[in-house]
Every structure is written in structure tokens, then in C-alpha cells.
């Protein structure tokens, strides 16, 4: 599993994210030194999602019919060009429509890194190694936002710009030196003959897919609102969470994966579940930093163990040249469930508090129990010529 190409592509990954990771929590704030209002600010964040998620289907199929390398440089060229743009926008449009095509390309990038990972590990170990490759962003996502926040208040948003493009650029450079032997065969090709519509749709691959959306709201309803959750617990600092939930991501990645590859996605995905409510509940209680630690573990743990293995899953369950498609749906329907979470949780947030919005998220949880236990029944009842495993055999 430990090739050079492996560890290149990984390494290549830590950058491409912390450069992307840095502009997040920057952008916004970027948005109202331009003279933009905060409905702007909001606009920056949400529209790179959007363009993202357009884009990956598109990216998916051809991963699967033009192959992993020419694909990999184009996005993280399109990324390169513009955040290079970011340093030349002078107005909020001129921002919007960059972030806009910056969506592009990352939604191109990132679909493609989580394939060509895909290729390079042995099927035998890829619960596994998806978790170790998954640990660059998560790396990322602890560090990027710490670092974008000190260099544009400590140096200005030109220095910040710059050193996201500098992450990039060394990004791309790691990536094409990595060996384009992992590509389609060559019966990739036959699929041009499908209809378009079909090529875009992996359906081996919607069943993790939208147990990952379902995660994914959860999420969203962490990332979009745990600071105002914070200012109305009387909470001084919440970052204590985002370091503490990255810690843990990071510690349980190193094992999940193996358990996955061993025993199958039920002894993950079952107790990931449990952990994670119980820490969404911790976070409904929390009322001080100290709070905050236990609850950042257990949901940590829970979300750092599911996540990879879903994905994992979604790949054993997808034949070789459908890879590209079946990461594209997988990433679609997470950053899907993230909206959704923001936007149906702010809503229960308005009427409750955030702190009874947290314990809402549970039915989240609990409807990826109910549709993950219907699933193991009828595999139980039925045979199945899926590639992946249950609880101790192959379906």
C-alpha cells in the first residue's frame, strides 16, 4: 500500500486542501473589506459548494472515459488560475464569479484525488488505506483555517492569497509526478455507447452515498452554526472543538480502516453512528470550553471512523472504470447533505435554540441506522453480487 505514488498523491492532497482550507473562514470576511453585505459573505461560501457540486458528475465520467491524469491537470490548473484571481478581484462580483469558477476546478480536483487514492490502494486494504490518505485533509482542515485566519490578520489578504496559491502550486506539482499506470482499462471506452445520463449515475454507489448525505447534515450543522452556538452558550472559544474533532478523526483513522477491511462495515459504521450522536448530544450541552472536549471526541471518532469506510465502500461496491463516477456521487451527496444540514437545522435553530438544533440532528443518525438496517436484511435474505462485506462475509 505504501508505494511512492501513494505517498506523493497523499502529500500532494495535504496541499491541495490546506491551500482550499485556509480561503475558507478568510473569504467571507475577504467579501466585507470589498464592501459586500453579509447576505455577500454568505454568497462566497455557498457558491463554490454549488459550482462544485455541478461540476462532479461531469468530472466523474471523465475520470472514466479520458483517464485519471489529464483530468487531475486540468482541475488543479483551474484551481491555480484562480486563486491566482483572488489577488486581481477588486469588487464582490469579480470575487463571486472567481469563486464561482475556483468551485470548478475543486470539485474536479477533489473528486479526482479521492479516485486516483482509490486506484492506488489494494482492495484488500482499502477501508484502510482511504483512512491514512484521508488523514491529509483532515491534517488540513485542523490547520488551514488556523493559518489563513493569522496571515491575513497578521499580513493581509495579498500574503494570505499568495500562500494559498504557493499550497496549490506545490499541490499539482507532487500529483504529476505521480505514475499514470492506474487508469481505465481500456473497456472504459464501451461506456461511451451508454446514454449520458447513465454514465453520470453510479447506482452501485448510492446506498453509501446517501448514508454519507445523511452524515453530512450533521456536519453541516456543526460547521455552519457551532460559533453562534457558542456565543449563545456563553462559550469564549469554540475552536477548542475544531482542534479536539480533528485530533480525534486523525487517531481513529489509523485503525478504523483496518476494522473495516477485516471485519466489514457493520462493526464501523454501528457503533460510528452511536458515538457520533453521542457526541452531537455532549454538544447540546456544553456550556464552557471544557464542554466542548468530550463532545469534539465522541463525534470526532464516530464521523473519522464512518467517513472513509463509506467511501470504501462505495469503491468495492463500483467496477474499476466506474470509479470516477461512483467518488463523484459519494462527494456530491456529502457536500448535498451539508447544505441540506445548514439550511433545514438553521431553520429549527430560529424557532428552538442551537442547542436543542443539535439534539434534532440525531434523527439524522437515526435515520442512517434505519436505512443502514434494511439494507443488512434484505443482503441477509437475498444473495448478493455486491463485492463488499457485511458483518462476517462476503454479499
Same mark, same amino acid.
Given at each position: 500500500?505504501?508505494?511512492?505514488?501513494?505517498?506523493?498523491? =497523499?502529500?500532494?492532497?495535504?496541499?491541495?486542501?490546506?491551500?482550499?482550507?485556509?480561503?475558507?473562514?478568510?473569504?467571507?470576511?475577504? /467579501?466585507?473589506?470589498?464592501?459586500?453585505?453579509?447576505?455577500?459573505?454568505?454568497?462566497?461560501?455557498?457558491?463554490?459548494?454549488?459550482?462544485?457540486?455541478?461540476?462532479?458528475?461531469? $468530472?466523474?465520467?471523465?475520470?472514466?472515459?479520458?483517464?485519471?491524469?489529464?483530468?487531475?491537470?486540468? @482541475?488543479?490548473?483551474?484551481?491555480?488560475?484562480?486563486?491566482?484571481?483572488?489577488?486581481?478581484?477588486?469588487?464582490?462580483?469579480?470575487?463571486?464569479?472567481?469563486?464561482?469558477?475556483?468551485?470548478?476546478?475543486?470539485?474536479?480536483?477533489?473528486?479526482?484525488?479521492?479516485?486516483?487514492?482509490?486506484?492506488?490502494?489494494?482492495?484488500?486494504?482499502?477501508?484502510?488505506?482511504?483512512?491514512?490518505?484521508?488523514?491529509?485533509?483532515?491534517?488540513?482542515?485542523?490547520?488551514?483555517?488556523?493559518?489563513?485566519?493569522?496571515?491575513?490578520?497578521?499580513?493581509?489578504?495579498?500574503?494570505?492569497?499568495?500562500?494559498?496559491?504557493?499550497?496549490?502550486?506545490? /499541490?499539482?506539482?507532487?500529483?504529476?509526478?505521480?505514475?499514470?499506470?492506474?487508469?481505465?482499462?481500456?473497456? %472504459?471506452?464501451?461506456?461511451?455507447?451508454?446514454?449520458?445520463?447513465?454514465?453520470?449515475?453510479?447506482? $452501485?454507489?448510492?446506498?453509501?452515498?446517501?448514508?454519507?448525505?445523511?452524515?453530512?447534515?450533521?456536519?453541516?450543522?456543526?460547521?455552519?452554526?457551532?460559533?453562534?452556538?457558542?456565543?449563545?452558550?456563553?462559550?469564549?472559544?469554540?475552536?477548542?472543538?475544531?482542534?479536539?474533532?480533528?485530533?480525534?478523526?486523525?487517531?481513529?483513522?489509523?485503525?478504523?480502516?483496518?476494522?473495516?477491511?477485516?471485519?466489514?462495515?457493520?462493526?464501523?459504521?454501528?457503533?460510528?453512528?452511536?458515538?457520533?450522536?453521542?457526541?452531537?448530544?455532549?454538544?447540546?450541552?456544553? =456550556?464552557?470550553?471544557?464542554?466542548?472536549?468530550?463532545?469534539?471526541?465522541?463525534?470526532?471518532?464516530?464521523?473519522?471512523?464512518?467517513?472513509?469506510?463509506?467511501?470504501?465502500?462505495?469503491?468495492?461496491? =463500483?467496477?474499476?472504470?466506474?470509479?470516477?463516477?461512483?467518488? %463523484?456521487?459519494?462527494? $456530491?451527496?456529502?457536500?448535498?447533505?451539508?447544505?441540506?444540514?445548514?439550511?433545514?437545522? @438553521?431553520?429549527?435553530?430560529?424557532?428552538?435554540?442551537?442547542?436543542?438544533?443539535?439534539?434534532?440532528?440525531?434523527?439524522?443518525?437515526?435515520?442512517?441506522?434505519?436505512?443502514?438496517?434494511?439494507?443488512?436484511?434484505?443482503? /441477509?435474505? %437475498?444473495?448478493?453480487?455486491?463485492?463488499?462485506?457485511?458483518?462476517?462475509?462476503?454479499?
Amino acid at each position: 500500500m505504501w508505494t511512492s505514488d501513494f505517498i506523493l498523491l =497523499t502529500i500532494s492532497s495535504f496541499f491541495l486542501f490546506l491551500g482550499f482550507q485556509m480561503l475558507t473562514p478568510t473569504l467571507p470576511v475577504y /467579501a466585507t473589506k470589498l464592501g459586500g453585505s453579509a447576505a455577500d459573505a454568505g454568497l462566497v461560501v455557498a457558491v463554490i459548494t454549488l459550482s462544485a457540486l455541478i461540476i462532479r458528475p461531469f $468530472s466523474g465520467v471523465a475520470l472514466d472515459m479520458l483517464g485519471r491524469r489529464v483530468i487531475m491537470l486540468a @482541475g488543479n490548473a483551474i484551481c491555480l488560475v484562480f486563486i491566482g484571481g483572488y489577488l486581481l478581484a477588486g469588487s464582490v462580483i469579480i470575487l463571486l464569479l472567481v469563486r464561482l469558477f475556483h468551485g470548478v476546478g475543486w470539485g474536479i480536483s477533489s473528486t479526482t484525488y479521492g479516485t486516483m487514492a482509490s486506484d492506488l490502494v489494494p482492495m484488500k486494504r482499502r477501508g484502510e488505506g482511504l483512512g491514512y490518505f484521508g488523514l491529509a485533509s483532515t491534517l488540513s482542515m485542523a490547520l488551514g483555517p488556523m493559518l489563513g485566519i493569522h496571515l491575513s490578520n497578521k499580513y493581509g489578504f495579498t500574503m494570505l492569497f499568495t500562500v494559498s496559491l504557493t499550497a496549490t502550486l506545490l /499541490a499539482a506539482i507532487l500529483a504529476q509526478c505521480v505514475s499514470s499506470r492506474n487508469l481505465p482499462d481500456p473497456s %472504459a471506452q464501451k461506456k461511451l455507447a451508454e446514454p449520458f445520463v447513465t454514465r453520470l449515475f453510479e447506482r $452501485s454507489a448510492l446506498l453509501p452515498a446517501c448514508l454519507a448525505l445523511l452524515l453530512a447534515i450533521t456536519y453541516g450543522g456543526i460547521v455552519s452554526f457551532i460559533t453562534l452556538f457558542g456565543q449563545e452558550q456563553g462559550i469564549a472559544n469554540v475552536g477548542w472543538f475544531f482542534l479536539v474533532n480533528a485530533l480525534s478523526m486523525l487517531a481513529v483513522r489509523t485503525f478504523a480502516g483496518k476494522v473495516f477491511d477485516k471485519k466489514g462495515h457493520v462493526w464501523i459504521l454501528v457503533p460510528g453512528v452511536f458515538i457520533s450522536a453521542v457526541g452531537l448530544l455532549l454538544l447540546s450541552t456544553a =456550556t464552557s470550553s471544557a464542554g466542548l472536549i468530550p463532545a469534539a471526541i465522541c463525534y470526532g471518532s464516530g464521523f473519522g471512523a464512518i467517513h472513509p469506510s463509506l467511501q470504501a465502500w462505495a469503491v468495492n461496491r =463500483t467496477a474499476q472504470n466506474r470509479r470516477g463516477a461512483a467518488n %463523484a456521487l459519494f462527494f $456530491s451527496a456529502f457536500d448535498m447533505g451539508i447544505g441540506i444540514g445548514a439550511v433545514i437545522l @438553521g431553520a429549527l435553530a430560529e424557532v428552538t435554540h442551537y442547542a436543542v438544533m443539535y439534539r434534532y440532528a440525531c434523527v439524522a443518525l437515526a435515520l442512517f441506522l434505519a436505512v443502514y438496517v434494511i439494507y443488512l436484511r434484505k443482503a /441477509a435474505n %437475498a444473495p448478493s453480487n455486491d463485492t463488499d462485506k457485511t458483518m462476517n462475509s462476503h454479499m
